[in-house]
């Protein structure tokens, strides 16, 4: 699979930590202790979820 880009919002959390969603996949939320964590969780799960797409496809 290639690699594009997407768009994140990542905003720091009242109690700690950073959360990183994005309008262009549905469904992609990550939680991490610092935004580089949040971002390599965020790569992560935007990679788990477009493949899981392919499969449906």
């Given at each position: 699979?290639?690699?594009?880009?997407?768009?994140?919002?990542?905003?720091?959390?009242?109690?700690?930590?950073?959360?990183?969603?994005?309008?262009?996949?549905?469904?992609?939320?990550?939680q991490?202790?610092?935004?580089?964590?949040?971002?390599?969780?965020?790569?992560?799960?935007?990679?788990?979820?477009?493949?899981?797409?392919q499969?449906?496809?």
């Amino acid at each position: 699979m290639a690699e594009s880009c997407v768009t994140l919002h990542v905003q720091r959390l009242p109690e700690g930590g950073y959360l990183a969603t994005s309008e262009a996949i549905q469904g992609l939320v990550a939680q991490g202790r610092t935004v580089s964590e949040t971002l390599e969780i965020a790569r992560d799960v935007a990679r788990r979820l477009l493949e899981g797409q392919q499969e449906r496809s």
